[in-house]
């Protein structure tokens, strides 16, 4: 352990403080060290968009950064974005939208689709495709997954 | 800075900006440098500043920042439009225009864009700030003008009368397979491609041409594109020409 470095974040509103070794991902020790499984491990470099979490306010890969590089800041994760409600308008509608098969990609989806809904505004359903290209969903081709993020973003049709 | 210097003069030390492809090339066991010396901390470099003649933008400032950024909207929209062809959301949040031109990937936008531009590149190392012309930066595969001990700082880019910048991909965000960055000042054009060769290249030729059909001639001889995985040399070719064609009369629309 001679590389490990204390770290101090706050995830999902908790202090945490842990000697992390350099080369571990962000996504791994909220996985493994923390027991928060809600963000995924797809690809492993930077494709999928399964481990997205946000880090200070806004999203990021899990898997394209470094624990350590998470020192004094704040975390969420899908776990926290569901206990905290922030994320019930979308699950709603995913669920009624059967926007969902396996469910393997649907936290980092959830992340990045409440990302736009926080940006405000109406995206047509062209820009809502652009923002979630880089989550990968290999059961549903996506039309469901855009009703649904479009009946949030601009209220029931 | 001194002790990032420093570290940086290590032997087999690489900087960490954004990461976003330093950590996939770690994830794949691509690169296996002994010290990683991340400099994301150095908050002096993330900032955009106005020059005499236009923008100088920190390492660090990122992608998101600068599709969203008001200054590079109104002075290098060149670099706004080539942020948004980057990747994705999560990724542009946290990818750097530093850590892109350090890089030099040959399929990067901003390479081009800074070729296209004609912009400086701000090298500084334990003997001071070194400003090397984009021509000269880019120098091989994944290879430039930064000597061991240096980082790259900031680079500095000139405003264009017009411009326009154009990727076509197989999905969107994907890299490249072939980009355009156009630019037209004082009536003069400058055509910059990524995706085609080892470096950004300046299509010399169709720069100089006077109509669409000889700058279309010209690009036969300025460009030599080697095959990649999915698209063979003459489509590659091809498709630059078609690009060539669309910012050419997005440049040639009145306004």
């Given at each position: 352990?001679?590389?490990?470095?204390?770290?101090?974040?706050?995830?999902?509103?908790?202090?945490?403080?842990?000697?992390?070794?350099?080369?571990?991902?962000?996504?791994?020790?909220?996985?493994?060290?923390?027991?928060?499984?809600?963000?995924?491990?797809?690809?492993?470099?930077?494709?999928?968009?399964?481990?997205?979490?946000?880090?200070?306010?806004?999203?990021?890969?899990?898997?394209?950064?470094?624990?350590?590089?998470?020192?004094?800041?704040?975390?969420?994760?899908?776990?926290?974005?569901?206990?905290?409600?922030?994320?019930?308008?979308?699950?709603?509608?995913?669920?009624?939208?059967?926007?969902?098969?396996?469910?393997?990609?649907?936290?980092?989806?959830?992340?990045?689709?409440?990302?736009?809904?926080?940006?405000?505004?109406?995206?047509?359903?062209?820009?809502?495709?652009?923002?979630?290209?880089?989550?990968?969903?290999?059961?549903?081709?996506?039309?469901?997954?855009?009703?649904?993020?479009?009946?949030?973003?601009?209220?029931?049709? | 800075?001194?002790?990032?210097?420093?570290?940086?003069?290590?032997?087999?030390?690489?900087?960490?900006?954004?990461?976003?492809?330093?950590?996939?090339?770690?994830?794949?066991?691509?690169?296996?440098?002994?010290?990683?010396?991340?400099?994301?901390?150095?908050?002096?470099?993330?900032?955009?500043?106005?020059t005499a003649n236009g923008l100088r933008i920190g390492a660090?400032?990122?992608?998101?920042?600068?599709?969203?950024?008001?200054?590079?909207?109104?002075d290098i929209?060149l670099l706004?439009?080539a942020?948004?062809?980057?990747?994705?959301?999560?990724?542009?949040?946290?990818?750097?225009l530093g850590?892109s031109l350090a890089l030099a990937?040959p399929?990067a936008e901003y390479p081009a864009c800074a070729l296209a531009l004609e912009a400086t590149i701000v090298l500084a190392g334990?003997?001071g700030e070194r400003r090397v012309p984009a021509s000269r930066f880019f120098q091989g595969?994944f290879e430039t003008d930064i000597q061991?001990?240096e980082l790259l700082i900031a680079a500095e880019f000139p405003r264009a009368?017009?411009s326009?910048?154009?990727?076509?991909?197989?999905?969107?965000?994907?890299?490249?397979?072939?980009?355009?960055a156009a630019v037209?000042s004082k009536?003069a054009r400058r055509f910059a491609y990524c995706?085609?060769g080892a470096t950004p290249v300046l299509a010399a030729?169709?720069s100089r041409?006077?109509?669409?059909?000889?700058?279309?001639?010209?690009?036969?001889?300025d460009?030599?594109?080697?095959?990649?995985?999915?698209?063979?040399?003459?489509?590659?070719?091809?498709?630059?020409?078609?690009?060539?064609?669309?910012?050419?009369?997005?440049?040639?629309?009145?306004?």
């Amino acid at each position: 352990m001679e590389h490990a470095r204390e770290t101090t974040l706050t995830v999902n509103g908790t202090r945490v403080t842990r000697r992390i070794e350099p080369r571990v991902h962000l996504v791994d020790f909220l996985r493994d060290e923390l027991g928060l499984t809600g963000s995924h491990i797809g690809c492993e470099h930077g494709v999928c968009g399964a481990c997205t979490v946000r880090v200070n306010g806004e999203i990021v890969r899990g898997c394209l950064m470094l624990a350590v590089q998470a020192d004094g800041c704040s975390v969420e994760t899908i776990e926290g974005l569901s206990d905290s409600k922030e994320l019930a308008p979308l699950q709603r509608a995913f669920h009624e939208h059967n926007a969902l098969q396996c469910g393997f990609c649907t936290p980092g989806m959830l992340m990045a689709a409440q990302d736009l809904v926080r940006a405000g505004g109406r995206p047509s359903r062209e820009r809502i495709r652009a923002h979630i290209s880089g989550n990968y969903c290999r059961c549903t081709g996506y039309q469901a997954i855009v009703d649904a993020i479009e009946e949030v973003v601009n209220g029931p049709r | 800075m001194p002790e990032a210097f420093e570290l940086a003069a290590r032997p087999g030390a690489r900087i960490l900006a954004g990461g976003q492809s330093l950590i996939p090339s770690l994830n794949m066991r691509l690169a296996t440098p002994e010290l990683l010396v991340d400099i994301t901390g150095l908050r002096e470099l993330a900032s955009i500043a106005r020059t005499a003649n236009g923008l100088r933008i920190g390492a660090l400032v990122t992608h998101a920042i600068l599709e969203r950024s008001p200054e590079v909207a109104e002075d290098i929209p060149l670099l706004a439009q080539a942020a948004a062809e980057v990747a994705h959301p999560a990724i542009r949040n946290r990818g750097t225009l530093g850590g892109s031109l350090a890089l030099a990937d040959p399929a990067a936008e901003y390479p081009a864009c800074a070729l296209a531009l004609e912009a400086t590149i701000v090298l500084a190392g334990p003997r001071g700030e070194r400003r090397v012309p984009a021509s000269r930066f880019f120098q091989g595969l994944f290879e430039t003008d930064i000597q061991p001990g240096e980082l790259l700082i900031a680079a500095e880019f000139p405003r264009a009368d017009r411009s326009v910048f154009l990727e076509l991909a197989r999905r969107h965000g994907d890299y490249a397979i072939v980009g355009i960055a156009a630019v037209e000042s004082k009536g003069a054009r400058r055509f910059a491609y990524c995706g085609v060769g080892a470096t950004p290249v300046l299509a010399a030729g169709a720069s100089r041409a006077t109509t669409l059909d000889a700058a279309l001639q010209a690009l036969r001889q300025d460009l030599h594109p080697v095959a990649d995985l999915y698209h063979s040399a003459a489509t590659k070719l091809h498709l630059a020409g078609v690009l060539l064609s669309r910012a050419w009369n997005t440049l040639a629309k009145p306004h």
